[in-house]
């Protein structure tokens, strides 16, 4: 299972973005996918997920929208308003199942740059 993130790159305090994350592999099911990110120094810290229900880590409520296209297994995140403490490496999540396989397994991505800057 692979998954392939793309969307970071620089932007002015203020500005948007949009992150997109696609899965691809013999996924049979799909759980929980989601965002988390770490900036220069600092642990990685969740930033939103969504499965059954949505989270958001406090500090992107009402700046950031996670959505997910289960068909095509992608999960976007639109980042709106952003600051320079946004700033760090993004990397997508996935909790999924395999075929023929029991058990949940947990797949990450590369990893895609936002940074936020005048």
């Known amino acids: 299972v692979q998954l392939q993130a793309s969307g970071g790159g620089l932007v002015q305090p203020g500005g948007s973005l949009r992150l997109s994350c696609t899965a691809s592999?013999?996924?049979?099911?799909?759980?929980?996918m989601g965002w988390y990110r770490q900036a220069p120094g600092k642990q990685r810290e969740s930033v939103a997920n969504?499965?059954?229900?949505?989270d958001y880590a406090d500090s992107v409520k009402g700046r950031f929208t996670i959505s997910r296209d289960n068909t095509l297994k992608l999960v976007y995140l639109e980042m709106n308003s952003l600051n320079p403490e946004d700033t760090a490496v993004y990397f997508c999540?996935?909790?999924?199942?395999?075929?023929?396989?029991?058990?949940?397994?947990?797949?990450w991505g590369q990893g895609t740059l936002v940074t936020v800057s005048s």
């Open positions: 999540y996935v909790k999924y199942r395999l075929y023929g396989r029991r058990g949940w397994y947990d797949g």
């Open positions: 592999g013999p996924i049979y099911e799909i759980n929980r």
């Open positions: 969504i499965g059954d229900r949505i």
